[in-house]
């Protein structure tokens, strides 16, 4: 395999790491690529040299293809990985690697541009008699429209963003009544997230399983699948669970859903790793619903039970090497999960809690990976998306991959910024994770929150009732009588502790007009509006969702009262510290 013999890695954190892991088993060698804010970043570290970007945000650095390039002819790199997100899944992007005689460790451009439209990939499935759910095939030019196909296909229906994805610019309409709101609203979402208006429709299926399909294609016509991963567990379409085999999935419906797949990905004229994402409906039918056209995030389960490195045949395909396994010599053993630990505040609406990770101890063992890029003292920041690590477990069984999920998630011990551990021990520990039910509603419950906020506050219960006393947080070990005890230690507070409490309060309370404001704690746009000027609000309400890096956040009130100002519409960039509303 002479190739190529040096990658450059367009991306930054776990999964820049991953592809250097690769590259080293390989005897390749590796380039990195830093932004200013990543000059100490791990993954500059794991490659054989690193290069400067420049800029901060990604805008100004992993996004501008001139300097990934100049960064790639400085070092001498042939060929380019982009990893997921940033250019990733951008034709452009490739088409000007390659016409710049660096090889693209990735699928053909025009693959990429035939699933970036949603209608004309529904259009080439329909052709090639893959399964795609019931609805349109082209744009939809009117509310009419709508109203005439849920006389025909039946109510309720969804409107998604033709040039969409993942969820984004996706409004279901239940009746006639709600077409015209549900219509224009996709439209303006869809302008605001992907520059284009275009919106069609789908029948909506209720309580559904999102059961995606990995494929591998090589150059020689060879394509295979990997089984499926389900990563029905997710959060305003962030996945934060996925697992492999499904436990929807029987033998001969991996086969079929596995058939499914390998037809769609040569009627792409698909080259390289990727993945058909698919909905399974309560009723057994399985329906094409997307494909993504890069490595995801998730890969990572179906490695554990195939033992494929898929970095690697993503690596000796790009080199036109063929395929190193046919589809009969693919065993799935055992049962894979992980867990997306993310820098998020689950009391807050899952908020990104970006910060200074002061402690750091990862989880091993039997059966047990992790991919990372942070280490004790590492930043979080705000600029970028807000994973710390990916948790990977494999069983023997599913029952035996929870047992270990759980004990690995014990082991993790993360301080300095609040992180998903202890929602994920809430979740696993659910008994609707465990009967593997699709736990619609349970993410976001009140008694999973419940449930967290116990985990996470341990010992807390140990303070309550003694006046005078706050915990200082530290856990000890103490020993009685040869005995090892972890104890949180009581602190007696000074007399005047509680006086300065409340001043600290006071003064925060004496903004005046201030405390009335609802303010974007993010830079981003705003997605939906959730209240009009006159609503009364409780404590706690969705106002407005804004989207920033690629995540949806909760604006929630402070307080309860009327919306008397509202400052923003849907579609609208806000800036960190922005008034949304005013609630008086
Ligand atoms: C759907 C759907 C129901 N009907 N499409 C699209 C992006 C992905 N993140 C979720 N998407 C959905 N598309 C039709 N026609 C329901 C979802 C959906 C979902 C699907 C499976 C598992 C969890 C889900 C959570 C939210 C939305």
Redesign the pocket.
């Known amino acids: 395999m002479a190739a190529f013999t040096k990658v450059l890695v367009a991306n930054r954190g776990e999964i820049a790491i991953r592809v250097f892991r690769t590259l080293r088993d390989m005897s390749l060698g590796s380039v990195a690529v830093y932004s200013d804010v990543d000059r100490g970043a791990l993954h500059t570290g794991f490659a054989d040299e690193a290069f400067a970007l420049g800029g901060s945000t990604a805008a100004e650095s992993y996004l501008v293809v001139e300097k990934i390039l100049e960064a790639a002819k400085r070092a001498g790199a042939e060929a380019i990985h982009p990893g997921y997100g940033f250019l990733a899944e951008n034709a452009g992007f490739a088409r000007v690697c390659e016409a710049a005689g660096l090889v693209w460790i990735g699928p053909p451009p025009a693959a990429i541009e035939l699933m970036g439209s949603k209608t004309a990939a529904r259009r080439a499935m329909q052709v090639a008699g893959v399964p795609i759910?019931p609805?349109t095939t082209d744009p939809v030019g009117s509310a009419e429209e709508v109203v005439e196909l849920g006389r025909e296909i039946g109510w309720p229906l969804?409107i998604?963003a033709a040039a969409g994805?993942?969820?984004k610019g996706?409004e279901v309409v239940r009746s006639p009544a709600e077409a015209q709101r549900a219509f224009e609203t996709a439209r303006r979402q869809g302008l605001a997230y992907f520059a284009n208006p275009a919106v069609y429709v789908?029948?909506?299926?209720?309580d559904?399983?999102?059961v995606e399909v990995q494929v591998l294609a090589d150059a020689h016509g060879n394509v295979i699948h990997l089984g499926e991963r389900d990563?029905?567990?997710?959060r305003r379409?962030q996945?934060l669970v996925e697992e492999t085999p499904s436990p929807a999935v029987d033998e001969k419906l991996r086969e079929r859903i596995g058939r499914i797949a390998v037809d769609a990905a040569r009627a792409a004229g698909y080259r390289s790793a990727g993945t058909i994402?698919g909905?399974l409906a309560p009723d057994g039918s399985y329906y094409f619903?997307?494909m993504n056209t890069r490595i995801q995030v998730e890969h990572t389960v179906t490695e554990m039970v195939t033992g494929v490195d898929i970095v690697r045949e993503q690596i000796r395909i790009a080199a036109g090497e063929p395929l190193e396994l046919a589809q009969e010599d693919v065993r799935l053993q055992g049962h894979a999960i992980e867990c997306r630990i993310n820098a998020e505040d689950v009391s807050k609406g899952f908020l990104p809690a970006p910060g200074t990770i002061a402690v750091y101890r990862e989880p091993s063992g039997p059966g047990v990976r992790v991919d990372s890029a942070v280490t004790a003292g590492s930043e979080i920041s705000p600029l970028y998306d807000p994973m710390i690590a990916k948790l990977i477990v494999l069983g023997a069984d599913r029952e035996h991959a929870i047992g270990r999920m759980l004990r690995a998630l014990s082991e993790f011990e993360i301080g300095g910024v609040e992180t998903l551990i202890g929602f994920h021990r809430a979740l696993l520990a659910h008994p609707c994770f465990a009967a593997g039910a699709?736990c619609l509603g349970i993410v976001e419950s009140e008694q999973l929150a419940e449930q967290v906020e116990k985990l996470s506050h341990q010992a807390t219960n140990l303070a309550s009732g003694s006046d005078g006393a706050r915990l200082d947080g530290q856990v000890r070990q103490i020993e009685v009588d040869g005995r090892r005890f972890e104890v949180r230690v009581l602190e007696p507070e000074p007399p005047w502790a509680e006086l300065a409490r409340r001043r600290a309060e006071r003064v925060r309370g004496r903004r005046g007009a201030g405390d009335e404001v609802v303010v974007s704690p993010m830079q981003g746009t705003v997605l939906k509006v959730e209240v009009a000027e006159g609503d009364e609000v409780e404590p706690g309400q969705v106002v407005a969702v804004v989207e920033a890096m690629k995540m949806e956040n909760e604006i929630t009130a402070h307080r309860a009262g009327t919306v008397s100002e509202l400052a923003i519409a849907s579609g609208e960039p806000v800036s960190a510290g922005q008034p949304i509303c005013v609630i008086s």
């Open positions: 759910i609805g969804l998604k994805g993942g969820g996706m789908e029948r909506y299926l209720e559904p399983r999102h990563c029905t567990i997710q379409h996945k994402e909905l619903m997307e699709t």
